[in-house]
């Protein structure tokens, strides 16, 4: 008998099937035994008369002398019967169970609970084990979609994906923050972003060029935003006139992205009590310059002054865009050039064509026009105290002719937990990497 | 005036338009000159009275002394008129042209000629310029293609798709091959295959993945085949029944991605005369097991005696496939366990579940069903030398239930290469990385 999935029993009723996955939940009620059992559809239950007996091969196999185990994978034999109280509305009746491997009595934490009640700590401990719960595995169905939403958006807009080395012989970024790999017998790093590859791409003549890709900071920060490991999701762009064009662009690519997303995951974003703001509220995501958002951070706190935009800016500066433009996020551009990498455009007033996007408090992507002028750019590694002579290699693609250009990058482990309201971004990554963690 | 792309021009006819690209040719015939101008969607050509001047300030920017040089960038206006001779059939009259990047005139090499003429070191020493090359860059459009449809096709049978770390802290195929990372105060690896992770999300409960992710080589080899840096397209399905299931799903994949590819590839395959096989090849596609494979071997060698199938016997085997079943491609499975992974389920005959598929003479894909089973992978793990204290996070994996399952990766480089007919898997990647290699 083929397989059926939970999900589909209302196309079965009356008929004898087979379900096959993990046993999720079993409520034994003495002469009637409840089994809900958990697929990658969602979950269905058989109603046993008494325990669920193993076949005795299947007892002798492992689990708990001959008693079904949480956990176990199984295949459910039964016939589909509407019950109101089902999930879904349907049930096995007369079910026979077959083991198809026996799992262990002594789980490390529950999958079948509310996962809010386990730290942090011990979920990330427990991967393994915790993304079986299906609350913890959703985040990452959801971020699946971005990533498709995500290319699908760019691809519509003529933008073509590519992939690039992780493995680069000098830092870019002035050395800090990377981590060194032996490499044979010399060392290279693990790039921080494809920031130099997709400028080359854009002007190898790709023009419209996207990444999703692994970046990796060597940064000792330990915080809910950090991760040193993540899923960078780049753009760049040729023949644009200002930043502004790339502003545009993220709110197009955004605006598709949350509506894909709130109709493919509305259970999801249900589940969490997350939400994706609408097309018309990405439309009005207001565009402040840095010296503005630091006069609007002054005026909230009474008057003392602002040095830097620091994260409980962030916070605050999404509030006043909530308050004041009726959406949870705000362009900060303009960047002062000390705060910004060697690359990036320089305004007359030493200011950059950058900008960051703030959403519900943290920053979720960076960008900017770059700098495409090849006596510029030399002059611009010279003075952040880098050697032109070590870039030989990234400097060809400006000396034979680059056009004007930018992009940025959206952390996805960020996005996934604005949306879904995540206290710590290791929520939204599978096999999380800080300091301390380097496993499971 | 807005931009209008090359490809674009007979939409305009009669129009004044402004096209912005790259100057691919400049052909001076004294009286007119005609100067080609490429962007994305391909090149047209401007035909100016003399040689085109460019303004005061342009020159002063840079260029050869007011003259205009291969490759700057530049905006050409003018009027689209038709012209059988011209590619597209249209061209710009009585053009203007602004300079918007001068190019250095000392190419290192000429982005407008035949790239056969130059050797392989010199297009990768080169790279940011080789690319600009439109045949060498159309591989990576193809690749693109390819990724895209892997995705598509997947998620259409239900797959998800993962992105899992690639930073482990000990190595799971007894850690030869990989390359050392220095994380913060200790040691940890890149990961050679997201092999166990992509079994962990199985086991979680998404049962169907798929991963697009780097994986790492330490291995010196120096061959046309190999690269130490690659893009890895990983498969992992539960609950099959076998290895069968899963060579079954790659031969629907594989029919999918070469229809995709044929039709929005179609040029790109004429310029490098490169065919796919069509969806009933691909169905033909033999499958053999490993002893079978040595017996051909044997045979077409006369009788002499055949260990191993190194790469000679893989382009003999694919020979054999086209001419007894009419498809360059063939399935070789049952390898014996010494030649497998752990991880590999066995046969009774110290043979594995596993499966390699060799196209056009190169091994493309290897995979095979997985042990799921607690106890017998633990024996795996012991006989392979292995310590299975160290690796209790994969383990708890199979401690707690695991379905039957198996997968397959295949390398994106190499199914490019041999679409292709590329010499060099090095050729079908952006940035190679090789043991001397780690620029640009």
Redesign the interface.
Known sequence: MS?VLAADLAAHEGERVTV?G??HRIRDLGKITFIVL???SGSCQAVFDGPPRLAAADAAH?SDGGHL?H???VAIAGTVAANDKATGGFELQEPTLEL?????PE??LSVNRDPAQYGLDAVLE????S??N?KL?SV??L??EL??LF?ETL?AE?F??????????TGTEGGTGL??????D?K?Y?AQSPQL?KQ??V??????VFE???AYR?E?HDTPRHI??Y?SLDVEMG?IDSEHDLMDLEQRLLAAMFAGVAESCSEILDTWDGTVPTADEIARIPRIDYDHARELLKEARGGARVLEINPEGERELCDWAQAEHGVPAVFVHGDPQRKRPFYTYPTDDNKTMSFDLLFRGLEVTTGGRRI????MLVDSIRRFGLDPEAMQ??L?????????HGGFAIG?ERLTQQILGLANVKEAT????D?RR???
């Open positions: 397989r096959k993990w046993v958990r697929d990658r492992g185990t956990e176990s994978v198809l491997a026996a799992a262990d789980l490390p427990h991967r393994m084990i993304l079986r299906p595995l990452f169905r971020q699946a990533v498709r290319a691809r003529g073509t994906e590519i992939k690039t080395s992780k493995l680069i012989g981590f060194e790999v032996q490499y044979f010399r290279v693990l590859y080359a791409m002007s190898a003549g790709l023009e419209r999703i890709g692994m060597a000792k040193n490991e899923v023949f495409n002028e090849y006596q290699d990234y060809q693609v400006f000396r034979f002719g680059c056009p004007p996805l599978l096999f999380p990497r300091r380097v496993t499971p």
